[in-house]
T-cell receptor, first 117, second 114 residues
Framework: GAVVSQHPSRVICKSGTSVKIECRSLDFQATTMFWYRQFPKQSLMLMATSNEGSKATYEQGVEKDKFLINHASLTLSTLTVTSAHPEDSSFYIC?????????????FGQGTRLTVV | GENVEQHPSTLSVQEGDSAVIKCTYSDSASNYFPWYKQELGKRPQLIIDIRSNVGEKKDQRIAVTLNKTAKHFSLHITETQPEDSAVYFCAASSPSGGSYIPTFGRGTSLIVHP
């Protein structure tokens, strides 16, 4: 299957700083990428849908000024957690869908474990 | 928007038994239903999917059934093995401005006892 690479896999940062997470599709082009947050033993909560070349669509309750998403190319989307606080500590995971497939499998990155201290 | 309910939240079986996980969805426009397996600390991996024009699909020990009228779909794992232990997520993908955003169920933690 297609490969989605997410970096970093783990990050620890201080309160008040910003953290950038990258999501890359390695062997396909992705018009759409999805960003999820997952709490321990819970489901994948969709935060936003990232569309190449346009503004991301955020789910209700997700602060767009806090979670900045940039999808500048067909192979890269970034999520920046700004002014991070301990409550932002979580597992963040992206997924990407091949531009050729309108409604097909989405491939997941390996996730980023963010710890804010 | 789409709403996906998944049951049970935890399923414990003996090795060799069958396991069934059920999901319901609300949006009749949903037409793609993938199932993902997520092992602890790892990314979700697609194990099987089904489209709305098909009622059943099988891949070795794994099968998925879909009832469009009732808006429910199920995952069936036969002859379970300890390595099947993981969290399983169902999803329903419905059109939202043309993006077909997948909505996930809450997950089922499957434990297979040797």
């Amino acid at each position: 299957g297609a490969v989605v690479s997410q970096h970093p896999s783990r990050v620890i940062c201080k309160s008040g700083t910003s953290v950038k997470i990258e999501c890359r599709s390695l062997d396909f082009q992705a018009t759409t990428m999805f960003w999820y947050r997952q709490f321990p033993k819970q489901s994948l909560m969709l935060m936003a849908t990232s569309n190449e070349g346009s503004k991301a669509t955020y789910e209700q309750g997700v602060e767009k000024d806090k979670f900045l998403i940039n999808h500048a190319s067909l192979t890269l989307s970034t999520l920046t957690v700004t002014s991070a606080h301990p409550e932002d500590s979580s597992f963040y995971i992206c997924s990407a869908r091949d531009v050729e497939g309108l409604n097909t499998e989405a491939f997941f990155g390996q996730g980023t474990r963010l710890t804010v201290v | 928007g789409e709403n996906v309910e998944q049951h049970p939240s935890t399923l414990s079986v003996q090795e060799g038994d069958s396991a069934v996980i059920k999901c319901t969805y609300s949006d009749s426009a949903s037409n793609y239903f993938p199932w993902y397996k997520q092992e602890l600390g790892k990314r979700p991996q697609l194990i099987i999917d089904i489209r709305s024009n098909v009622g059943e699909k099988k891949d070795q020990r794994i099968a998925v059934t879909l009832n469009k009228t009732a808006k429910h779909f199920s995952l069936h794992i036969t002859e379970t093995q300890p390595e099947d232990s993981a969290v399983y997520f169902c999803a329903a993908s419905s059109p939202s401005g043309g993006s077909y955003i997948p909505t996930f169920g809450r997950g089922t933690s499957l434990i297979v006892h040797p």
